[in-house]
Structures are given as structure tokens and as C-alpha cells.
């Protein structure tokens, strides 16, 4: 009796977490329906965007400002000032989020210039367009991952305790037990294509936002333009320089991009 009470349960929580993941997804990918999206090439700051959110923004802002030498970053993880003027409004909000004395430290200005009214705006526009996901899309598939990744957890917990409990139960036969199969593998094959179609909504760029990402360039426009595109692309894992590799992660040495 508990077995197949059991075994109802398990299929309701995968079937439900599945079908949930299945309607964010397609609601990620789903175009805005303001604008078709664009063909022209991204801008870098919109590359950066697309490919690691707002505090990869703030990283290609920074790398970028330190060798202009507008700005001066100290492998101690320190972030000074050189010209207060800042170029645009990204260069502006990291000068204001260094503040009045000139200096802060780096992990706090990637945190303060990611969450600026210019990086939203970049956001907004990117999303206008359709070439990013917007942060609610993001958060609901992000959410109905985990709904899966419970249901798994649970139909494993099923499976245990109606092994436990079969020997206790008159005429339930083992073989019922395999019956728990079924829902568990749904469940991780739906993680499976979550992993490779799904988990790429969860970040930032949607389909067109991916494509465009894609068709970028990192061998034109001269040393310094592909350098800058690797930043904007893979973040801090793209810089070779140890000492800038260390100011961008607080005086720690970065094994890997966020």
C-alpha cells in the first residue's frame, strides 16, 4: 500500500517539476515581442553583458580604463583614480563608485558600478531587443531547475523508504521497487537537457543574444580591441597578466571567470 502511494507521489513531483522547467524554457527563449531583435554587431559593453551579466560590465569597464591609464588597479586589489572624467556612463558610475577620496577597494566598486543605473540601462536595452533574458525569465527557470533537482532528491527518498517498508508489507512484491525508475530517470534526463539546452537562459543572452555573441570577432580590430573582446567574452579567465588578474579578484589570484 505505501509503495504505490509512494510511487504516485514520486510521478506527480517529476511529471509537475518537468512540465514547470519545460514552460520557463520556452518562455526564456521566447523573443521580446516589442522588437524582432538587430543584426548590427554588439558593442563591447553589450558583449560583456550578454555573455557574464552585469559584473562582467563592470570587469571590461575596469580592464578597460586601466590600460588607458584612467585608472590606476593595484594587485593588493585597490582601485585608484587617474582621470576623473570619465568617457561614458559606465566609466562614470565606476568613478563614482570609488568615491570622493580616489581610491576603494576593487571588490567593492564591482559590486557598486554592477548595480548602477548604467549597467541597468544596458540591461534594458539589450532586453528590448531581445537579445538578453529578462531577469524574470532568469529567475523562473532557475527556479523550476531546482523544482526538478527536488523532485529527484525526493524520488530517491521514495525509493529508500519503500525498500525499507517492503519487507513489512504482506503480498507487496519486490519488484515493485523498480517502479521508482521511471520518475527518476524523467527527472535527471530532464536535468540532462536543462544542462545543455536550458542553462544558458539562466544567464544572460537569449537565442539572438547568442547568436550575435557567436558571431563576434576577437582577431579584428588590433591587439587591444580582440583583448578587450576576450574580456567581454570570458571575463577574467581571458587576462594573462597575473598582477591585473589579481586586482580584478581582491589580491587573489583568479583560477576562473565569473
Known amino acids: 500500500m505505501f509503495s504505490v502511494l509512494f510511487v504516485l507521489v514520486a510521478w506527480a513531483a517529476a511529471g509537475i517539476s518537468c512540465a514547470r522547467l519545460c514552460l520557463a524554457a520556452v518562455e526564456a527563449a521566447r523573443p521580446a515581442a516589442e522588437s524582432p531583435g538587430r543584426e548590427q554587431a554588439l558593442t563591447l559593453y553589450e558583449a560583456a553583458f550578454l555573455a557574464g ?13 586601466h590600460r588607458r591609464r584612467r585608472l590606476l588597479l593595484a594587485h593588493t586589489g585597490w582601485a585608484t583614480v587617474v582621470d576623473p572624467e570619465g568617457e561614458d556612463d559606465l566609466e562614470r558610475s565606476v568613478i563614482g563608485a570609488i568615491g570622493p577620496a580616489g581610491q576603494a577597494r576593487t571588490t567593492t566598486v564591482r559590486a557598486a558600478a554592477s548595480a548602477a543605473d548604467a549597467v541597468r540601462a544596458l540591461a534594458d536595452r539589450l532586453v528590448s531587443a531581445g537579445l538578453a533574458v529578462p531577469d524574470n525569465a532568469r529567475s523562473h527557470v532557475a527556479s523550476a531547475v531546482r523544482g526538478v533537482q527536488g523532485a529527484t532528491v525526493l524520488t530517491v527518498a521514495l525509493a529508500a523508504a519503500t525498500l525499507l517498508l517492503l519487507p513489512q508489507e504482506q503480498g507487496t512484491d519486490a519488484p515493485a521497487f523498480t517502479w521508482f525508475a521511471l520518475p527518476l530517470l524523467l527527472t535527471l534526463g530532464c536535468l540532462v537537457i536543462a544542462r545543455v539546452e536550458v542553462h544558458p537562459y539562466t544567464r544572460w543572452a537569449s537565442p539572438a543574444g547568442q547568436r550575435l555573441l557567436g558571431s563576434l570577432s ?8 580582440a583583448f578587450l573582446t576576450a574580456v567581454a567574452v570570458r571575463g577574467v579567465g581571458a587576462v594573462d597578466d597575473p598582477v591585473l588578474r589579481a586586482a580584478l579578484t581582491g589580491g587573489r589570484t583568479a583560477h576562473r571567470s565569473h
Open 218 to 225: 576577437p582577431n579584428s580590430g588590433g591587439d587591444e580591441r
Open 53 to 65: 551579466g552585469p559584473h562582467r560590465v563592470t570587469d571590461l569597464t575596469l580592464v578597460s580604463m
